[in-house]
């Protein structure tokens, strides 16, 4: 089953919308040959707007990187809802990031109720999985990610799950320059795969998009990319030069072509 790989950059909070847009003009003419990757950049909420219209008629998707767990507007001070992002001209949203899990208070039932939102205004969810090392170290990496799989996917629909994306990013790994290994990435990614079958069956499971992001880069992304269960990366870090962004999203190209010629 051929996956369309997705190269996604989290910008967190860095760039202004000036830096923002900047950057999309820089990366526009890189993408132009690009044909076997999906790329996304998801800028703060601010800079949302320009990036899409600079985007537009591009091969650069664009999401949000969160959105309010509330489906319909109201007196949420500080939140911003799904269609408020699908308005902006976004198309998907990142959920459940750990740094919102560790930071922001958010939870399994949050991100649960933010997935659901996101799909009924027609978003595509990008869902942030991950163990803390405690919880690696102590063999329990894996009751962890499927405890969030889960309670996250619960009660979605087969079609609802065609359309959303999952992201495995290592609490760990993230931010440290210490990447999950090409083989402990794999056996995770497969293991969200099994998991996503036996909830949604065979078929969605083989379409699901499951991304690895933690300290990708350049110098260790190939490795990452070949694994048949690694279908992209979200990358926080290197996606804020445009020279290593680039470059990750070539590797991951020039990965597809050389299946293509086999
Ligand atoms: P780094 O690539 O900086 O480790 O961040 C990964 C991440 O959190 C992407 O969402």
Redesign the pocket.
């Known amino acids: 089953m051929m996956r369309t790989p997705l190269i996604a950059g ?1 910008w ?1 909070m860095h760039k202004t919308i000036a830096d923002a847009v900047g950057f999309v003009n820089d990366l526009v003419p890189r993408v132009a040959d690009i044909v076997h990757t999906d790329v996304l950049i998801a800028p703060t909420f601010v800079a949302l707007r320009d990036v899409v219209r600079r985007a537009e008629g591009t091969r650069i998707l664009v999401a949000a990187q969160d959105v309010a767990a509330e489906r319909i507007e109201g007196a949420f001070t500080g939140e911003v809802s799904a269609e408020m992002i699908r308005e902006a001209g976004a198309t998907h949203v ?1 959920i459940g ?3 919102r899990r560790q930071y922001y208070g958010e939870t399994d039932e949050s991100v649960h109720r933010k997935v659901n939102a996101a799909l009924a205004a027609g978003l595509e969810p990008i869902v ?1 999985v991950g163990e803390l090392l405690d919880e690696r170290d102590e063999g329990r990496a894996e009751t962890v990610v499927q405890r969030q799989l889960e309670r996250a996917f619960e009660g979605l629909t087969a079609s609802d799950l065609s359309r959303t994306i999952c ?1 495995y ?1 290592p609490v760990w ?4 320059g210490r990447s999950a290994t090409p083989e402990t990435a794999e056996e995770m990614h497969r293991f969200i795969r099994d998991n996503v079958a036996r909830i949604a069956g065979t078929d969605v499971a083989e379409t699901m998009r499951i991304l690895y ?4 880069k350049p110098d260790n992304v190939l490795e990452l990319l070949s694994r048949p269960d690694i279908d992209g990366a ?6 804020l030069q445009i020279n290593l962004f680039h470059k990750l999203i070539e590797i991951q190209e020039s990965l597809i072509k050389d299946t293509d010629k086999k």
């Open positions: 989290n967190k990142i990031h750990s740094e942030c992201a990013e790994a993230i931010g440290t992001g933690g300290s990708a979200l990358v926080g870090g290197a996606s």
